[in-house]
């Protein structure tokens, strides 16, 4: 059965993210020595996150974390059958989907809080925060900043080989739907 899981809005959030988080890491990697783009689309992020979480508390039931987010044993019984040739066909995120969902929400929102307070030797791309807080706190701040740029990376390389199993082993599309709100999903069990 088709069904329309994905709103325009949470498309638009999940693309403009996607090219936000492209092209910061980008700049942050091999950008000029002034990274004022850098910070602009940190701020972008930001504002888009808090987009997602209030969107994740009331927008569309499809977009509602409490649509998708599930327990531990759910994710460990989804996971077991990860490898099964078939399409999950489940609607919107399944368990699995879903923690990489919120993983990416969380070390986005830490790569965004912490560049605030960044203070790097370099006296020029300095943190708008980075004043309100002792040396050793942006000197932190650096630190997991850089971490979190790592861990960015690996999620979205998790993310990208996860979209493109599903595609070649699954059977499953899931690019479509994120570009026009559809999904084939198995229809509800009686």
């Given at each position: 059965?088709?069904?329309r ?19 910061t ?10 990274m ?5 689309l940190?701020?972008?992020?930001l ?18 974390f409490?649509?998708f987010?599930?327990g531990?044993?759910a994710?460990?019984?989804y ?12 609607a ?9 969902a ?6 986005l929102a ?5 560049g ?10 300095v ?6 807080v002792?040396a050793?706190?942006?000197k ?7 971490l979190?740029?790592t ?6 390389g ?18 479509r739907?994120?570009?026009?709100g559809?999904?084939?999903v ?5």
């Open positions: 059965m088709r069904v899981v994905w709103d325009p809005a949470l498309r638009a959030y999940h693309w403009l993210l996607a090219a936000a988080v492209t092209v890491w980008l700049l942050g990697q091999f950008g000029p020595a002034s004022t783009l850098h910070f602009w940190g701020y972008s992020i504002g888009l996150l808090a987009f997602r979480l209030v969107w994740g508390l009331a927008g569309p039931a499809p977009a509602r409490a649509s987010v599930r531990p044993g994710t460990l019984r996971a077991r059958g990860i490898f099964v040739r078939q399409p999950s066909l489940t919107g995120h399944n368990p699995l989907g879903a923690l990489s919120v993983a990416m929400i969380a070390v830490m790569q965004g809080v912490t605030l307070f960044v203070d790097p030797d370099d006296y020029i791309n943190g708008p925060l980075a004043g309100s002792d050793a706190t942006r932190l701040a650096i630190r997991l900043h850089h979190g740029a861990l960015a990376v690996v999620l979205v998790l993310h990208v080989a996860a979209i493109l199993f599903y595609r070649v082993w699954k059977r499953e599309d899931l690019v739907p994120m570009l026009t559809w999904k084939l198995r229809p509800p069990r009686d």
